[in-house]
C-alpha cells in the first residue's frame, strides 16, 4: 500500500485500516510462530543429575532432594523419577533475584503513599 500520511480521507480510511489491520495480524503470527519455536528449542527435560550440571551454583544431589522436599523447585514426578523441565528451571532462576537497594525504597515509598493517601 502506499504511504499511508499522503493521502489519507475520509474515503480511503477503511482501506488504510483493514491494511493496518492485516500487518498488525501478520506481525502477531510471526511473533507467536518465533515464541514457539524458541520454546521448544529450549524446552527439554532434565534428570537430577543434569540438573545438578545445569544450575550454576552445581548443586549437589542432596540440595536438589532437599529444594523437592520443600516444594521450592519445580519438579515432575514419574513414578520415583524427578525430572525437571528446563524452561521452568530458567524461570524459577530468574524469580529468585533479590531487589536492589533502590528498588526496595523506590517500593517502600510507593507503599507509604498509598498506605497514607498521598499523604508524607
Known amino acids: 500500500m502506499e504511504n499511508l500520511n499522503e493521502g489519507l480521507t475520509l474515503e480511503s480510511l477503511p482501506r488504510a485500516f ?5 500487518e498488525v495480524s501478520e506481525i502477531k503470527r510471526l511473533l507467536i510462530e518465533q515464541s514457539a ?3 521448544t528449542k529450549n524446552d527439554r527435560w532434565m534428570d537430577i543429575n543434569e540438573l545438578c550440571q545445569y544450575h550454576p551454583d552445581k548443586p549437589t544431589k542432596a540440595t536438589v532432594y ?3 522436599n520443600a516444594r521450592t523447585i519445580p519438579v515432575h514426578k514419574g513414578g520415583k523419577k524427578l525430572r525437571f523441565l528446563v524452561s521452568e528451571i530458567d524461570e524459577w532462576l530468574l524469580s529468585n533475584r ?3 537497594q533502590a528498588e526496595m525504597v523506590n517500593e517502600a515509598g510507593k507503599y507509604l503513599v ?3 493517601g498521598g499523604k508524607r
Open 18 to 22: 483493514s491494511h493496518l489491520s492485516s
Open 37 to 39: 519455536e524458541h520454546s
Open 66 to 68: 532437599g529444594w523437592v
Open 98 to 100: 533479590l531487589q536492589s
Open 114 to 116: 498509598n498506605k497514607n
